[in-house]
């Protein structure tokens, strides 16, 4: 695995002035791509881990994330916009704060070839034996995942572990989600599952979130509705929603374990099923 370290001086050359509100949209949208000045000789392939650095007066200190997503080019006149020479595309996925960044020297115990003082926006590469570190210290650092707490964080596994899951933004809008589960509670949709209920304290407010339209389906001026359009779903209803390119809507997955013989909020014993069973044999032989 490859892995690059680019530096970033809000004050000097490759300026970023939305990098605040790309912060704000990257937790709902889950990527941010943007092109990096890079130097002519740099070899880097598409699919590399890409660090940022943040340098300047703000304090210099890990702060992004992402992957590299294209081989170097020379971008058109019109589209060289801060990013000028050779460049590469970065498909940021975890960005931090301005002031969130994790300090130097921090970093320097545990990685301390990196070059984390002398790195340049142009990039160099993070030894192989270190990139572990620097993955640890990033897995530290970042809180997990709320809405999938089984999705490693951004950054802190290797790139080729990963396959990216593709929940859809509104899915993972934190704003929408807000929404919608203040209007219809925490509890799954489909079968009535509250993990609050179940595991206790622990499972206070913990829920998927299902936007009911494909995104497929959505025309060019879509606006989200979080109450008409989300639903709670506990995630075993969420994937067997997802199970089908049009989601099974929530009255489908009731009616599908209603027909398997499950009742919402019980595990029915062996004898129950037998006697269901006999039921159906009794109803059908009429
Ligand atoms: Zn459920
Ligand atoms: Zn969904």
């Not at 002398?118 to 709320?146: F, M, Q, S, Y």
Request: with cysteine; proline share 9%.
């Amino acid at each position: 695995m490859v892995a690059v370290l680019l530096g970033w001086n809000p004050g000097a050359g490759t300026t970023w002035p939305e990098y605040s509100r790309v912060v704000d949209e990257l937790a709902a949208a889950g990527v941010h791509r943007r092109p990096w000045r890079i130097l002519n000789s740099a070899s880097v392939l598409p699919g590399a881990d890409a660090w940022l650095l943040l340098v300047g007066k703000a304090g210099r200190g890990l702060i992004g994330h992402g992957v590299t997503a294209s081989h170097p080019y020379r971008p058109a006149r019109e589209e060289q916009t801060g990013a000028s020479g050779t460049v590469i595309d970065v498909d940021f996925d975890a960005l931090l704060p301005v002031g969130d960044q994790i300090p130097v020297d921090f970093l320097l115990e545990r990685a301390p070839r990196a070059g984390w003082n002398t790195v340049k926006a142009a990039g160099r590469r993070i030894p192989e034996e270190e990139e572990r570190a620097v993955r640890a210290i990033w897995a530290e650092r970042l809180p997990a995942d709320g809405i999938d707490p089984i999705l490693p964080v951004p950054g802190t596994a290797p790139q080729d572990a990963l396959t990216r899951v593709g929940m859809n933004r509104y899915e993972r809008s934190p704003q929408a989600r807000r929404i919608c589960l203040a209007h219809h509670g925490t509890s799954c949709a489909a079968c009535g599952f509250s993990f609050e209920a179940v595991y206790g304290p622990e499972g206070e407010g913990f829920i998927h979130v299902h936007h009911l339209t494909p995104v497929s389906q959505l025309g060019p001026g879509y606006e989200l509705d979080p109450i008409g359009d989300l639903v709670p779903l506990c995630p075993n209803c969420h994937y067997m929603a997802h199970r089908r390119p049009v989601p099974y809507t929530p009255a489908e997955l009731r009616a599908m374990m209603s027909g398997a013989g499950h009742i919402a909020g019980s595990v029915l014993s062996p004898q129950e099923l037998e006697a269901q069973a006999a039921a159906q044999r009794i109803l059908d032989s009429r």
